[in-house]
C-alpha cells in the first residue's frame, strides 16, 4: 500500500526506500502530549502503518524516532517546497527543530503539535532559508500553547556580530513592538528568547545533553565561517542534519554510523542555470563551491554508507528531479530518499518507513493545555490618552464577561 503511494507521487519522489516495520514492544510515545480534541492516537500493530501520516493519530513507539521535513526548497519558497526545516519527536516524548527556513512555521503548524514541547531550535546558519521562520515560530507558540522560553541553538561567526547572538538581539530588537503588544495577555515566559552560541570551530563538541538525548555540531563548509551540521543521538539511533554545505571532512567523520544521514542536494549546475536565469559560470560556482552537487552527494552517501540517505534544497519540478537523480544514481545506489515538504520518516533499529504526511489546510490551533491557561501574566499596557480619545462614540463594545 505505501509503495503504491509512493508511486503514484511519480517524479516528485523519484526514489524511496520503504523498509517494512514489524515493530514489537512498548508504545509510550509522546507521553502527556496535548492531543487536539477529537483525536485518538494508536499504537501501530505489526508494523502496520497508514500509507499516510496523520498528525496525531499514531503513537511513537518508545523506541521509534519520527522525522519530519517540515522544508526542503530554497529562499524563493513556494507553496510546495518552503525553506530548509526539519521536526524530530523521539519516543521519550522530546521534540527538536533543525533550522526553521521561511515558510516552516505553516508546516508545523499543520501537524497541530502541541507547542508547549516545543521549545528549542537548533541552527546550522543565519541564512533566511533557515531562520527566516524563527520570529513567526516565537510568536505562533506563544500564541498557541508554548508558556516557557524559547530556546536558540546556534553557532558563532567569525566576528561577534556575524554569530547567533547577534541575530537574537537583532530579531527581539526588531520585534520589541510586536512583543510589546502581546506581552500580558500571554504568559510572561513565553516571551522569552534563551540563546545557547557556541563556537562553530569545535569539532564534534557536545551543545546538548538532556534525558539520553546527545546533540553534537561541527563546522561546514558555506559560504563565510560560521555554518555547523549536527548529529542527535538517543537510544541507539542517529539523526544527522548537514544544514549547508560542501562536501566535507568533518561530516565523513562524525556522521559516521548515521540512520538518517541528511546532507543538501542541490541542482546541478545546468538545471541551475535554466531555473534562476543565471549564465553556467555563476550556476557552477554557486552549485559547486558554495553548495553539494548531486554527484557530489552521491559520492558522499556512497562512503558513508548510512541506512538512509536524505537529501533536499532544491527546486521541486519533475525536470529537477529528474537530473538530480541522473547524478546522484551515476555514483550512489543506496538507500535514498529526495525529501519533499511533509515527508514523514519513522526509524527504529530495525526498519525505515518513508510516507507523506496528509494535512488539512485550513487546520485550527491545537487545543493548549491547563499549564498555559494559568502560566502568570503580569505587564500591564494600555495606549496613551490621545489614542484612547480617537475611539468612535457612536460604537460601545459589548460589556466583559464575568470572571
Ligand atoms: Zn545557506
Ligand atoms: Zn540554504
Known amino acids: 500500500m505505501i509503495k503504491v503511494i509512493l508511486k503514484k507521487l511519480g517524479a516528485l519522489v523519484p526514489a524511496c526506500f520503504i523498509g517494512v516495520l514489524a515493530v514489537q514492544g512498548t508504545w509510550a510515545a509522546t507521553p502527556g502530549d496535548n492531543m487536539p480534541l477529537g483525536r ?60 526553521i527556513g521561511s515558510g516552516a512555521m505553516g508546516n508545523l503548524f499543520s501537524l497541530r503539535p502541541d507547542f508547549s514541547k516545543i521549545d528549542k531550535v537548533f541552527a546550522s546558519h543565519l541564512h533566511v532559508d533557515h531562520v527566516g521562520d524563527f520570529m513567526g515560530l516565537h510568536i505562533g507558540s506563544w500564541l498557541s500553547g508554548r508558556y516557557t522560553p524559547i530556546h536558540f541553538y546556534g553557532p558563532s561567526g567569525s566576528t561577534p556580530e556575524l554569530g547567533s547572538k547577534t541575530f537574537i538581539k537583532g530579531m527581539k530588537m526588531a520585534y520589541q513592538w510586536d512583543i510589546a503588544t502581546r506581552s500580558g495577555a500571554l504568559p510572561d515566559a513565553g516571551g522569552e528568547i534563551v540563546v545557547h552560541e557556541f563556537d562553530y570551530t569545535e569539532k564534534n563538541q557536545v551543545v546538548y545533553q538532556e534525558n539520553d538525548v546527545t546533540i553534537r555540531a561541527w563546522p561546514a563548509i558555506h559560504s563565510l565561517d560560521g555554518s555547523v551540521s549536527y548529529s542527535l543521538e538517543w537510544n541507539g539511533l542517529k539523526y544527522v ?28 549546475p545546468k538545471a541551475l542555470a535554466a531555473y534562476f536565469g543565471w549564465d553556467l559560470g555563476q550556476a557552477t560556482y554557486v552549485s559547486t563551491r558554495i553548495h553539494t552537487e548531486p554527484q557530489a552527494f552521491g559520492k558522499v552517501m556512497a562512503t558513508l554508507k548510512p541506512r538512509m540517505a536524505v537529501g533536499y534544497h532544491s527546486v521541486q519540478s519533475p525536470e529537477n528531479n529528474a537530473a538530480i537523480m541522473d547524478e546522484v544514481l551515476k555514483v550512489y545506489d543506496g538507500p535514498l530518499t529526495v525529501a519533499r515538504d511533509l515527508m514523514v520518516i519513522n526509524v527504529t533499529k530495525d526498519d525505515i518507513v518513508v510516507r ?48
Open 356 to 403: 507523506m504526511a496528509t494535512v488539512d489546510e485550513y487546520v485550527l490551533p491545537p487545543n493548549v493545555t491547563d499549564a498555559y491557561k494559568k502560566a502568570p501574566r503580569t505587564n500591564k499596557k494600555s495606549p496613551s490618552k490621545l489614542i484612547v480619545a480617537g475611539k468612535w462614540k457612536e460604537y460601545t463594545p459589548p460589556p466583559m464577561p464575568e470572571k
Open 40 to 99: 485518538k492516537a494508536v499504537a501501530i500493530v505489526d508494523g502496520q502503518y497508514p500509507a499516510s501520516y496523520f498528525p496525531n493519530t499514531e503513537l511513537l513507539g518508545a523506541d521509534e524516532m519520527r522525522i519530519t521535513a517540515l522544508g526542503t526548497g530554497m529562499p524563493n519558497q513556494t507553496k510546495r517546497a518552503v525553506s530548509i526545516s526539519y521536526f524530530v519527536e523521539l519516543g521519550n516524548g522530546d521534540k527538536f527543530l533543525f533550522d
Open 241 to 268: 542534519f548537514g544544514g549547508d554545505t560542501y562536501p566535507n571532512k568533518w561530516y565523513m567523520k562524525y556522521a559516521q554510523g548515521a540512520d538518517i544521514a541528511s546532507h543538501e542536494l542541490f541542482l546541478p
